[in-house]
C-alpha cells in the first residue's frame, strides 16, 4: 500500500485516497504510518476506501484518534458499536449491490456490468 499511496500523491499531491481490500490492526498502523507521512510531505487530506473493515484491537481507537479525515467501510463486516461511533468513519451498505447482483444472475443477465 505505500508504494500505492507515493504514487496517488505523485499524482494529485492534495487529496490522497488510500483503497484496499481489508483493514484490521496491525494494517491499521500501517496505514496511519502513511497517513502522517502524506500529510508531512504536504497532502491536504488523506482519506481512505477499506472493502472489508475487520478494525479489531485498538484499530477504531487509533483511527478516530489520528489525521485520518475518513474511513469509509463496507459494512460486510457488521459494524461494531465503536466503529459507529467514530466520527471519521463511515460505514456503507452493500445490499443493494448484492441484492442486484443476485437478481440479474437469476434472470441470466450481465452482474459485470454493475461495476462499470
Excluded at 29 to 49: M, R
Excluded at 63 to 68: D, H, K, P
Excluded at 93 to 115: K, Q
Amino acid at each position: 500500500m505505500l508504494l500505492e499511496a507515493l504514487l496517488l500523491w505523485i499524482k494529485y499531491k492534495h487529496h490522497v485516497r488510500l483503497i484496499d481490500a481489508l483493514f484490521f490492526e496491525l494494517a491499521t498502523t500501517h496505514v496511519l504510518d502513511i497517513v502522517i507521512l502524506l500529510l508531512a510531505q504536504g497532502a491536504t487530506s488523506v482519506a481512505a476506501y477499506i472493502t472489508h473493515g475487520v478494525l479489531s484491537g485498538g484499530a477504531v481507537a487509533r483511527i478516530a484518534a489520528s489525521q485520518l479525515k475518513e474511513l469509509v467501510i463496507s459494512d460486510s463486516i457488521e459494524p461494531t458499536e465503536a466503529v459507529k461511533a467514530a466520527g471519521n468513519i463511515r460505514a456503507v451498505s452493500i445490499a443493494p449491490l448484492i441484492g442486484e447482483a443476485i437478481s440479474r444472475t437469476a434472470l441470466e443477465e450481465s452482474v459485470s456490468s454493475l461495476f462499470d
